[in-house]
């Protein structure tokens, strides 16, 4: 059986591609980081959805890749946006190269297990100015860890990078993970790590914008009052 | 003052090139990490090397890159190999896209810095098997980090991986290491943790062989005997 390395955030979007993988009879092997986010609520989302797909295995990276901040995901000291559209600019919630950092710790994965297969949940057409979430890039990464692993340059098993949700709406991803079976109750968005979603923060506005577009009601509660606001 | 980010493991090649980058006249960032290597004696060494050397910053990232082994330095279960010469094969001693994961922490450092420029020590003349120690996958690497990076995307800066000893062989490093004021004295080199090092594994070797042929001596301690069987 073919195994699969999966970056799974425990978001939408991770767990929707966790669940393409399976539909297409990969051997799941998940991949979470613990770097410094300022809250795990994502962390604990990112195992039950593991388990619920019924991943072979999940690896949880711990890494302080807050070392260096620079992000409101990782740096306490700076607010979280709410309500703030980005349009030209790179939003505060940034982390440098962080994709660049999973999917090295993805392809050291895969050489490990002998997996070819990486999935990602990037996509290009809600690019909130991440230059990582581009095509462009992980086609450079892809090279780049087709240079640099043993499986690729001395044994010919070259590893691909699969983004199926790339060029792919957030209410189309919605549908589709509907039908997979992906339970969207289990996963998480909201930038903020508090008992529920905060329905404001630029996250939850396109998780909620998404649902209503694919017709479906969001299946996680939000504070009071929050959802009309968005 | 322009700023360097150092990849520093404290061992020859990484405290060479802190070196090589402080006479180019950069501010030094130096990025060690604690990944769960058999031993953390080089670690202790990279501190002292950094302070020697008046870095600006030493950061070190402490990740679980040991959680699927697949190596003699992260799996405690694997034997070091000894007196072992590995010409077509991969040296039990590999780690899975090491200087790829290394890179990406260096390049998220860099952006959040504002650093255009990255050391690493990788060379080609001690190649052994090491495919993420090559030129070519330099290369690609340091064209993904210009993909996924904001500074290089938008903002039109650059990341420059500057690899001082791709080519030159380890005497000369030495020999050059001396010149710029290298305390190898503080540098470590052996695969084993031990109080004294080992002077048999294949790192320990190398070395040796090194200081013998740029006609100097190691100015390190070996375990008694152990230097003649080299």
Redesign the interface.
Known sequence: MRKAVILLSGGMDSSTVLYIAKSEGFELHAVSFDYGQRHVRELECAKAVAQEAGVKEH???????D????SALTDKGIDVPENEPHKDR?PIT????????F???A???A???GSQDIFIGVSEVDYS?Y??C?Q??I???E????????CA??DGRKIKIHTPLIHMTKAAEIKLGLKLGVDYELTWTCYKGEELACGTCDSCTLRLKAFREAGYEDPIPYQAASRGES
């Open positions: 690896i949880v990276v711990r890494t302080n890749m070392a260096w901040g620079g790179i940034y982390v440098p190269a962080r994709n660049m950092i999917l090295s710790f392809a050291s994965y050489e490990a297990i100015g230059v990582d581009r462009e890039f086609d450079a990464m090279s780049a860890i087709n240079a640099g692993t043993v340059v001395q």
